[in-house]
């Protein structure tokens, strides 16, 4: 029975009615609860223009910029001034 959840899961329901956006920009926000919100922009000559917005668990918003850098094959490295900063946090 695991194996059937596992597979039910594994299953991708496209919704093909859904329309491809073009962004230019992502803006990333978070909460004290986990949660995180992605905001969408498309510059245009009159400004940016937010296309979408995605709130998701900051677990799961991990989960999507893991599979960004290997898609992209960038890995950044977090700058010594922020690692120096979270050690003092530690204390």
Do not use: W
Not at 2 to 22: A, Q, R, W
Not at 53 to 70: G, M, N, P, S, Y
Not at 74 to 89: A, G, R
């Amino acid at each position: 029975m695991v194996k059937e959840e596992k597979k039910k899961d594994e299953i991708l329901n496209i919704n093909t009615s859904l329309p491809n956006l073009f962004v230019d920009d992502i803006r990333v926000s978070t909460r004290n609860d986990n949660i995180a919100t992605m905001n969408f922009f498309s510059d245009t000559p009159e400004g940016k223009f937010e296309q979408t917005r995605v709130i998701t668990k900051k677990e799961r918003l991990k989960v999507f910029i893991d599979a960004l850098c290997k898609h992209t094959d960038y890995y950044p490295t977090q700058p010594v001034e922020e690692k120096e900063e979270e050690k003092k946090k530690k204390k």
